[in-house]
């Protein structure tokens, strides 16, 4: 199905809710996302879609098209990399089992976060993180929160500096699938596989196009090219590797949470032109 492009769209398919690590309940990032003139939106929060249902009975009373959409963690070359899956079957049952191990996966990263935090901090953190979490697995930044609580650390910024950013203890990439297994399970369900934010990774330019080639080569589609926060020239270079690539385009606001001016939803670059836009893969009309 394809989406026509125009000016009354607003078409973000990347964003987060209280479902994994964003602060807006689905209901609540519905509602933003209308407010902020977004028409069509895929909710794509880790390694799970609990929050869809809601987002979804939202999305009618709102007038806004939902998407179904995920994120899922793997690991290419010891690297940590996201995938957004688009436009996916939510009732197949293999990826429904599939997703159940994720989630297991989730937790085992999570216990190994607080055993590593718990050497250098005096209180457990766990439980604390698991409640900021809403009861479900807590990821990085409810362990951050945590360490807020506990007064060990002033603010986030501070959590992820001194414990939980790359290379430091909380740092914990292993547990992942690798690419080309979470690349067919998106696949498999009928879906588009996206490879999300690719300039985050600190990859060189030619690390990242070996990457793009393997994300391909497994069955990749699309690659993000338009995303929030984006540095000077990134748009143009990733532009350029998906039309090389023959990759379709993908675009999103990476949200998280309200406050952010760098990172909200709706608000990002245009596609360039010459790229082919992700929405015409889709299976479903919107």
């Not at 309940?25 to 933003?32: A, F, I």
């Not at 080309?180 to 690719?198: K, M």
Request: charged share 20%.
């Amino acid at each position: 199905m394809t989406i026509p492009q125009g000016t009354s769209l607003c078409i973000d398919l990347h964003c987060h809710s209280t479902a994994s690590d964003g602060t807006l309940t689905p209901s609540e990032l519905v509602d933003r996302a209308a407010a902020m003139g977004v028409t069509h939106l895929a909710l794509t929060d880790h390694d799970t879609i609990d929050g869809l249902t809601e987002a979804r009975s939202r999305a009618v009373d709102a007038g806004l098209a939902l998407i179904n959409g995920i994120e899922l963690s793997c690991v290419w070359r010891r690297q940590t990399i996201h995938v957004v899956g688009l436009d996916f079957d939510v009732e197949d049952s293999r990826f429904l089992a599939r997703l159940q191990a994720q989630h297991d996966n989730r937790w085992r990263r999570a216990h190994k976060i607080a055993e590593r935090l718990e050497r250098k901090v005096p209180e457990p953190l766990l439980d604390l993180a698991t409640e900021q979490a809403g009861g479900d697995v807590p990821g990085r930044p409810h362990f951050a929160k945590a360490l807020i609580a506990q007064g060990v650390v002033k603010n986030m910024n501070q959590a992820f500096s001194r414990y939980l950013g790359n290379g430091k203890p909380g740092d914990v990439k292993a547990f992942w699938p690798e690419l080309e297994e979470i690349v067919g399970w998106i696949t498999d369900a009928g879906g588009v596989a996206v490879l999300a934010h690719p300039r985050k990774y600190g990859l060189t330019g030619s690390k990242l196009r070996q990457l793009v080639a393997d994300f391909q080569s497994a069955g990749g589609r699309a690659m993000e090219v338009a995303t929030s926060g984006q540095q000077r020239g990134d748009l143009s270079f990733l532009a350029e590797l998906c039309r090389g690539s023959e990759l379709m385009a993908s675009q999103g606001s990476d949200f998280h949470f309200p406050g952010a001016s760098w990172c909200e939803l709706g608000r990002f670059e245009t596609l360039p032109s010459g790229l082919t836009p992700v929405w015409q893969g889709f299976r479903t009309p919107l």
